[in-house]
Nanobody
């Protein structure tokens, strides 16, 4: 069974930065992504890394967040800069067995999930 382990969450003030890291126990063969869920809201896709290193970002994080992946495709990193209170959420790493054409559209496309890491941004 594939295991995803996230780290790097925490509390920062607005304008600060955090770096989230997700390590997979094995290569899953497909897209990996970060999702987040704020209190009282649905889980939403934040950023993903697809085939041949093609990233995708939610409009709300473009220009502020950067996703990267190691060559073995087992470690996924999310660099989050210029954080604001609206970024407060539990962030989840997700992995799919296939390459997704719309990687941020549905959490149902992902086979494996991490336990989540809390990110809190204060104003």
């Amino acid at each position: 069974q594939v295991q995803l382990v996230e780290s790097g969450g925490g509390s920062v003030q607005a304008g600060g930065f955090l770096r989230l890291v997700c390590v997979s126990s094995e290569y899953t063969g497909g897209t990996m992504a970060w999702f987040r869920q704020a209190p009282g809201k649905e889980r939403e896709g934040v950023a993903s890394m697809g085939k041949i290193g093609m990233p995708a970002y939610a409009d709300s994080v473009k220009g502020r967040f950067t996703i990267s992946q190691d060559n073995a495709k087992k470690t996924l990193t999310l660099q989050m800069n210029s954080l604001n209170p609206e970024d407060t959420a539990v962030y989840y790493c997700a992995a799919s067995n296939r390459w997704l054409l719309r990687p941020l559209s549905s959490e149902d496309d992902y086979n494996y999930w991490g336990q989540g890491t809390q990110v809190t941004v204060s104003s």
